[in-house]
């Protein structure tokens, strides 16, 4: 087959004026659905169980694709689509990576946290330690995950959308991200739990249709043989057989390979302590329900990975590593890209509809996962901080909600400030952080808290504090944030002397070794009554809520 000429540079930044009342209109009409369903689902919304946990009366098959809809993020769909038509295999480790995180959640966590907590993941602490300490440090455990995941979609709608609409200038970068806080704000507020479901499973729907549309449009190109289209995306790559091969992007030197495993061990592990991605298991109504929605997830998630494997590979056959380059040096255009090209090509009206759907899926992604990050993070300070350590649990379900609400409206705001500054950075460096900073804080105070009888509060508070302040140092002196002039954060400045990308090879064994350490020297007698009870809850859910 002969090589597609490749696509003009300004590909994304629409085909041209003509087509831009369709792309806006596709965006209106989808925004409006999604609030239609929010607000419909704010009507039902009248109790704490609600607004959290949507009343735990999802299905597994519902949670299970409003779970693949709140993990499948713009990093999932724009990020590794771009890194594998780029980086080739190596791209497509970070497939590898998120999928199996998810045997993690499956095995440890799931059932275990469905059983012992209510709403949010200071609850399974606070059963056996000292409430107001272990609640404080798991709610600014939480914030913090959230803000710099948040900041990595937010800045992710203001590239797309600002590609999409031809806007250049700073202040329209801005208003974009503006705009998408706005809107996260309104559906936190307005559908709590049941609103943010139900457009997570909407979104999860769309992103899988697309996925799917075009992986057959891809494989159509090819006849469907796999090889010759792994065959083109290496010789367009230029890089021949190597494209094809490990060590690209982590091979070039012994940095890079430890920077492979640390981020690997971020990924595999960051997961499971992902707030958003916890309270998912407090809306079904069981223990199995929740197992049984990880095993939904899982396939669906699957599927959505093997289908980056054409959209990355495709992206680099036939629009050429060069063409995605010139238009995002991180690639986060390729899947974009590829859709044009699949619909006609630049300046038809089929590429500019497929163009408009694939990024009006793509923005959809970002808008359902902000969401659940905002109400993650909302929850956590309203039940954990405001009702049990500032109220001392004397706080009422409606002061609690109202509490919640406001705390949207403020973490939205943060969102939107912090998100118009990193509206140039590194995405992939953000959502690295996010994984990190859960698997260093999170993931070891949850297992410890759970499977170690002797486990105290301040074992608890070393391991959240330690992970996460240990994680969130080493990424401040990383090359994501300097030293790089190409995709640091802060450019023409360098003061990193950590040598990796991700920190997780530090700071997790770090936060488990700061939750056995705390552990071993304080002076607590743990409550072996508590942890007997805890064991039997989560093993079996007797008195699960």
């Given at each position: 087959?002969?090589?597609?000429?490749?696509l003009?540079?300004?590909?994304?930044?629409?085909?041209?004026?003509?087509?831009?009342?369709?792309?806006i209109?596709?965006?209106?009409?989808?925004?409006?659905?999604?609030?239609?369903?929010?607000?419909?689902?704010?009507?039902?919304?009248?109790?704490?169980?609600?607004?959290?946990?949507?009343?735990?009366?999802?299905?597994?098959?519902?949670?299970?694709?409003?779970?693949?809809?709140?993990?499948?993020?713009?990093?999932?769909?724009?990020?590794?689509?771009?890194?594998?038509?780029?980086?080739g295999?190596?791209?497509?480790?970070?497939?590898?990576?998120?999928l199996?995180a998810?045997?993690?959640?499956l095995?440890?966590?799931?059932?275990?946290?469905?059983?012992?907590?209510?709403?949010?993941?200071?609850?399974?602490?606070?059963?056996?330690?000292?409430?107001?300490?272990?609640?404080?440090?798991?709610?600014?455990?939480?914030?913090?995950?959230?803000?710099?995941?948040?900041?990595?979609?937010?800045?992710?709608?203001?590239?797309?959308?600002?590609?999409l609409l031809?806007?250049?200038?700073?202040?329209?970068?801005?208003?974009?991200?503006?705009?998408?806080?706005?809107?996260?704000?309104?559906?936190?507020?307005?559908g709590?739990?049941?609103?943010?479901?139900?457009?997570?499973?909407?979104?999860?729907?769309?992103?899988?249709?697309?996925?799917?549309?075009?992986?057959?449009?891809?494989?159509?190109?090819?006849?469907?043989?796999?090889?010759?289209?792994?065959?083109?995306?290496?010789?367009?790559?230029?890089?021949?057989?190597?494209?094809?091969?490990?060590?690209?992007?982590?091979?070039?030197?012994?940095?890079?390979?430890?920077?492979?495993?640390?981020?690997?061990?971020?990924?595999v592990?960051?997961?499971?302590g992902l707030?958003?991605?916890?309270?998912r298991?407090?809306?079904?109504?069981?223990?199995?329900?929740?197992?049984?929605?990880?095993?939904?997830?899982?396939?669906?998630i699957?599927?959505?990975?093997?289908?980056?494997?054409?959209?990355?590979?495709?992206?680099?056959?036939?629009?050429?590593?060069?063409?995605?380059?010139?238009?995002?040096?991180a690639?986060?255009?390729?899947?974009?890209?590829?859709?044009?090209?699949?619909g006609?090509?630049?300046?038809?009206?089929?590429?500019?509809?497929?163009?408009?759907?694939?990024?009006?899926?793509?923005?959809?992604?970002?808008?359902?996962?902000?969401?659940?990050?905002?109400?993650?993070?909302?929850?956590?300070?309203?039940?954990?901080?405001?009702?049990?350590?500032?109220?001392?649990?004397?706080?009422?379900?409606k002061?609690?909600?109202?509490?919640?609400?406001?705390?949207?409206?403020?973490?939205?705001?943060?969102?939107?400030v912090?998100?118009?500054f990193?509206?140039?950075?590194?995405?992939?460096?953000?959502?690295?952080?996010?994984?990190?900073?859960?698997?260093?804080?999170?993931?070891?105070?949850?297992?410890?808290?759970?499977?170690?009888?002797?486990?105290?509060?301040?074992?608890?508070?070393?391991?959240?504090y330690?992970?996460?302040?240990?994680?969130?140092?080493?990424?401040?002196?990383?090359?994501?944030?300097?030293?790089?002039?190409?995709?640091?954060?802060?450019?023409?400045?360098?003061?990193?002397?950590?040598?990796?990308?991700?920190?997780?090879?530090?700071?997790?064994?770090?936060?488990?070794?700061?939750?056995?350490?705390?552990?071993?020297?304080s002076?607590?007698?743990?409550?072996?009554?508590?942890?007997?009870?805890?064991?039997?809850?989560?093993?079996?859910?007797?008195?699960?809520?």
């Open positions: 087959m002969s090589n597609p000429a490749p003009a540079h300004t590909v994304l930044a629409a085909s041209s004026t003509e087509h831009r009342p369709l792309i209109t596709l965006f209106a009409v989808f925004v409006a659905a999604t609030l239609g369903i929010t607000v419909w689902a704010g009507r039902q919304t009248r109790s704490a169980s609600d607004f959290y946990a949507g009343g735990r009366q999802f299905t597994a098959f519902q949670n299970g694709l409003a779970v693949s809809g709140d993990y499948m993020s713009a990093a999932s769909f724009l990020g590794i689509a771009g890194a594998i038509a780029l980086f295999y190596d791209g497509f480790l970070y497939s590898i990576g998120f199996v998810w045997l993690v959640a095995l440890l966590v799931a059932e275990p946290l469905r059983n012992s907590g209510r709403y949010t993941m200071g609850d399974v602490l606070a059963y056996r330690m000292r409430q107001r300490p272990v609640r404080t440090a798991a709610g600014t455990s939480t914030i913090v995950v959230s803000i710099f995941y948040l900041l990595a979609q937010m800045a992710g709608a203001g590239v797309l959308v600002s590609l031809g806007i250049t200038s700073d202040a329209g970068k801005i208003l974009i991200v503006a705009l998408v806080g706005v809107l996260m704000i309104v559906y936190v507020t307005i709590g739990m049941k609103g943010t479901t139900w457009v997570q499973m909407v979104k999860a729907v769309l992103l899988i249709a697309g996925a799917l549309l075009m992986t057959f449009l891809v494989l159509l190109k090819f006849d469907f043989n796999i090889s010759d289209l792994l065959g083109t995306a290496a010789e367009r790559s230029t890089k021949g057989a190597a494209f094809l091969e490990p060590g690209l992007k982590y091979g070039a030197s012994g940095t890079s390979k430890l920077d492979f495993l640390s981020l690997g061990l971020a990924l592990l960051g997961t499971a707030p958003h991605i916890l309270i298991f407090y809306t079904v109504p069981t223990a199995k329900a929740a197992r049984k929605s990880v095993n939904w997830a899982i396939g669906i699957g599927a959505f990975y093997l289908m980056t494997i054409a959209l990355g590979f495709g992206a680099a056959a036939l629009v050429g590593p060069a063409a995605i380059k010139a238009q995002n040096p690639g986060n255009t390729a899947a974009p890209q590829l859709a044009e090209y699949l006609g090509g630049v300046g038809t009206t089929g590429g500019a509809i497929l163009l408009a759907v694939i990024s009006a899926v793509a923005f959809a992604t970002i808008l359902a996962v902000v969401a659940g990050l905002t109400l993650a993070s909302s929850s956590s300070f309203a039940h954990d901080i405001y009702a049990n350590v500032i109220r001392k649990g004397k706080a009422t379900e002061e609690e909600m109202r509490a919640a609400r406001w705390a949207t409206v403020l973490i939205g705001a943060v969102a939107i912090l998100g118009a990193a509206r140039d950075m590194n995405v992939a460096g953000l959502v690295a952080l996010a994984f990190a900073v859960a698997a260093s804080a999170n993931l070891p105070t949850i297992l410890y808290s759970l499977f170690w009888k002797r486990f105290t509060t301040t074992g608890a508070l070393w391991s959240i330690g992970g996460l302040v240990s994680s969130v140092f080493l990424v401040l002196f990383s090359p994501v944030v300097s030293g790089n002039p190409k995709t640091s954060m802060f450019k023409g400045v360098d003061f990193h002397w950590f040598p990796l990308e991700n920190p997780g090879l530090i700071s997790i064994p770090l936060g488990f070794l700061l939750g056995w350490l705390g552990t071993v020297l002076k607590e007698e743990p409550d072996a009554g508590k942890y007997a009870e805890l064991e039997v809850k989560s093993l079996t859910g007797v008195g699960a809520h």
